[in-house]
């Protein structure tokens, strides 16, 4: 299963039904400041719905085209993280995340997407990693900002939200760009 301690406080776990119960809690406590920017949060109303999101994170594991991670704050279920698919054929994939609010602005997604990253591109061998992120949503913006990826534009009405599109915003990273900013 993958794991991944990034430092003391901070660890990635594969997603695992036992979590469930925690990452339901999470979210439904975190609902209404969630709901701004997640368009699947109406439709998660129970443990048993969480579950069912875990068994088929585990099965794109499985399947080798993606995965969810817990991001666990000092023992505590924090956030999500993960790849939404693998494109295999073009070595491209791309990055989702979510923090509950009261983790935010301690770096924790930040250190989150630097160690999915370098998975993505030192064991998956992948050359090119996205992060898409609501126009107005300046918190997840900042994220691929912080970490060197290129803007490279928008997208209009790429997400219905619940009553209204949004546009989302491109972020572009390729291993040779990582690789340069990791020596420097």
């Known amino acids: 299963m993958f794991s991944n301690q990034i430092n003391d406080d901070i660890h990635l776990k594969l997603l695992e039904t036992r979590f469930a119960d925690e990452l339901f809690a999470l979210s439904d406590k975190n609902r209404d400041y969630l709901r701004e920017w997640l368009p699947w949060l109406d439709a998660t109303v129970s443990v048993e719905q969480t579950r069912n999101f875990i068994q088929s994170t585990l099965k794109a594991y499985a399947d080798n085209n993606g995965f969810n991670c817990g991001i666990f704050y000092k023992g505590r279920i924090a956030g999500c993280i993960g790849l939404h ?17 009261d983790f935010q602005g301690q770096g924790i997604m930040t250190l989150a997407c630097k160690a999915v990253i370098d998975y993505v591109f030192n064991d998956l061998s992948l050359n090119r990693v996205e992060i898409r992120a609501a126009e107005h949503n300046s918190k997840s913006r900042a994220i691929p900002v912080r970490l060197n990826f290129v803007y490279e534009g928008k997208v209009r009405q790429a997400e219905w939200l619940y009553d209204h599109y949004v546009d989302h915003m491109v972020y572009g990273l390729l291993k040779e760009d990582w690789n340069l900013h990791l020596n420097k």
């Open 85 to 101: 698919g693998i494109d295999w054929i073009n070595k491209k994939t791309s990055i989702g995340y979510w923090l509950g609010a």
